[in-house]
């Protein structure tokens, strides 16, 4: 039965790094004329956030993002899981809490077994119950590669969104998980790592990232964004632009992976690595120090990756702490910085020191 | 460019017919434990209702559905034009204004031509427009053939949904839009039909099926639904046996378009007229005056196909007046009945008359 597929196996490109290229998206939708917005739209995908913000009143507002991809583990129960994990994560990225969600399903009807794509729903389900949402519908088609995602509706106070434009010179920026999933991933799909020997990857990726019932009360959060397909630096430098700021990594502080760094030596990559690197190019610059492997952490395509928040420095080691009770490697791992243009110069937004 | 590529070329199945088929959903879906729904949820997937319906406060609900397809047409444009319309229906099948949309794009980057994608969003851009619906999201993965779709949320008011379930013996049967668009578009995937010989189903396809607005202050609306991939007879048997009844459908009133039924009797063909057949199994009967090709065209997928309402017969001519103004080829196709069981007698939920 299910045990006989390995799902990794089926498809080309798993997780995120299937995401289509950041240069290639802007590209195709620049030559799109949009329908007029409607007013109650606060956020919407013209700044790249997470997730679009509609206002239904001025005490409740609709988060709603969308998300789907191919297999990146081989186990179905543990794929629905990391999907609906990643899916989830652009509503709590906002500071919202996730209320419904609609199942997006394509796979070979003939080919995969149907108790396979059964137990992908049912991860799916365990970890929309973690979550409180319910799943209210979905749509699925018979296709070559099996795909699976979610719409996601949550709500949040319009007065208590999180965006990726809010942060300040001087925020302390905290990452709440390990880097690494690309190459692991990659390595996986080679055969070259078990899904026990990188646990640590499959429970992150599993995990919600909820924090909004966690730090509700918690006054200093200026911005958020969530690290997914075009990685840290990618995400980072999104966030620095709708911010008109500059951040500043510090490599030892960040967390990663047990074996992300041997993976990555090990050239266990993605096409992602690539097209994140040309998408953020000369807007980064590395301390001389760091080594090739080193600098394509920054690149490394996430699934279900972890929030990056930009907080208050007087009440960073606060909310720190109180985020590593749900997520022990949560850590602060640089600092936003003016702009270079601020700062009177031509240098990189990002830059990341050793 | 983009006219040198047929996207039904590209493909196996196009538009609906690609739908994972009724009973095979029902089976997987059997296996799974699904999370506690939230009470504001008040109609979900269970019901196999068009949307859901989830409750903000005693005005006001959310009407969210998710649809997605592989190109059912050669023009890009047109091909997110009749997408668009598509997942939007579910939305006005329940009675609701669509209010946002979120973008579900799956293409081979390095084989499709970036404006032939471009050209798909344009087309679903303007018919959301005439929707005045704003796209606010969405997700793109690289993936072996296109596909496209969106995640629609509307919003309706609780105490003037329209849901399958409300149907009543003697009602009158109203179909907004002709039958044939699976038998057509099979033909045009085979070259048997050009998309200029097929103009009234093209046009009909990228017409969105909105009547909320035009019926809202109008009574003696019982029941609607969409007819969409299972067909007439696959969503008037869940129409039928949500609400507790029969349907008897007079084959001599349905609209179809034209050459519909010459394609039939060509043999242009899907799956799906197949496994919707074997979804509604002994649940229909046919006089027997019907031809097999007659009784085929209650089977045909439809792509972005019409509403069926069951109305007050004291209010049907009116309402069907109203309705021809934007969809001249609206006709009462038949009228509701008690159930077999009501009945005492072990006869079809649905049958088709002469």
């Excluded at 700021?245 to 690595?273: D, M, N, Q, R, Y």
């Excluded at 190019?281 to 490394?300: A, K, Y």
Aim: glycine share 8%; proline share 5%; net charge negative.
């Amino acid at each position: 039965m299910s045990e006989t597929v390995r799902l990794t196996q089926t498809v080309q490109k798993g997780g995120c790094a299937a995401k289509v290229a950041a240069h290639e998206l802007r590209a195709l939708l620049a030559r799109v004329k949009f329908p007029p917005t409607d007013p109650a739209v606060r956020v919407d995908g013209s700044t790249f956030d997470d997730a679009a913000i509609v206002e239904i009143n001025d005490r409740l507002a609709l988060v709603q993002t969308l998300d789907f991809f191919t297999p990146i583990v081989d186990s179905p129960r543990l794929f629905g899981q990391i999907a609906a994990a990643n899916a989830l994560s652009d509503v709590y990225a906002m500071g919202g809490l996730p209320k419904t969600a609609m199942a997006i399903l394509a796979y070979p009807v003939a080919k995969l077994d149907r108790q396979v794509i059964s137990e992908v729903i049912q991860g799916a389900c365990e970890t929309l119950s973690q979550a409180k949402t319910s799943l209210v519908g979905g749509h699925s088609i018979d296709d070559e590669t099996l795909k699976f995602g979610l719409s996601v509706t949550g709500f949040v106070d319009p007065r208590r969104v999180w965006t990726n434009a809010g942060a300040q010179p001087g925020d302390v920026l905290i990452l709440t998980k390990p880097l690494g999933t690309g190459t692991l991933t990659a390595g996986l799909k080679k055969g070259a790592w078990s899904e026990n020997e990188m646990a640590e990857a499959m429970d992150s990726m599993s995990q919600i990232n909820a924090l909004t019932d966690l730090l509700s009360d918690t006054p200093g959060i200026h911005a958020a964004t969530d690290v997914t397909g075009f990685g840290l630096a990618g995400h980072g430098l999104q966030l620095a632009k709708e911010s008109q700021c500059g951040l500043e990594f510090s490599f030892s502080h960040l967390p990663l992976f047990c074996k992300a760094l041997t993976s990555l030596t090990a050239g266990h990559l993605t096409k992602a690595h690539r097209t994140n690197a040309e998408y953020v190019g000369e807007e980064i610059s590395f301390n001389e120090s760091l080594s090739p492997t080193q600098r394509l952490m920054m690149f490394d395509p996430q699934t279900s990756g972890g929030l990056l928040l930009t907080v208050d420095p007087d009440r960073a080691a606060a909310i720190l702490s109180r985020i590593q009770k749900r997520f022990p490697r949560a850590s602060a791992v640089g600092r936003v910085i003016p702009s270079p243009a601020a700062r009177g110069s031509a240098a990189a937004r990002l830059s990341v020191e050793p």
